[in-house]
């Protein structure tokens, strides 16, 4: 089984950033497609941002792109995401997740990873 866990998470101002973290001890980790989602108070599960093994390409959601970047150090078994212009609507406990699917742009949906973290807050206020 994959463990993963999140950190970084915290409070901002709009316009502010934050860098997430997310760690697993397994070696196995550098096999897996990675990916960030995101879900706020009674809202669906929404998909962030997502990179291939080895890290050579990732795709973003709309409502993120040129303001996130997802990347991962794959000798140490982390992946990152940085978050920067923050805004109100970014707010949502955030989850990392892997895949054991190779990197595709249809790995947007959250049924196709097979690991997930517990989640960590970001909130942004205005």
């Known amino acids: 089984q994959v463990q993963l866990a999140e950190s970084g998470g915290g409070s901002v101002q709009a316009g502010g950033s934050l860098r997430l973290s997310c760690a697993s001890s397994e070696r196995t980790f550098s096999i897996y497609t990675m990916g960030w989602f995101r879900q706020a108070p009674g809202k669906e599960r929404e998909f962030v941002a997502t990179i291939s093994w080895p890290g050579t390409s990732s795709y973003y959601a709309d409502s993120v792109k040129g303001r996130f970047t997802i990347s991962r150090d794959n000798a140490k078994n982390t992946v990152y995401l940085q978050m920067s212009s923050l805004k109100p609507e970014d707010t949502a406990v955030y989850y990392c997740?892997?895949?054991?699917?190779?990197?595709?742009?249809?790995?947007?949906?959250?049924?196709?990873?097979?690991?997930w973290g517990q989640g960590t807050q970001v909130t942004v206020s205005s």
């Open positions: 997740a892997a895949s054991g699917r190779a990197f595709s742009s249809n790995l947007v949906i959250p049924s196709l990873y097979d690991y």
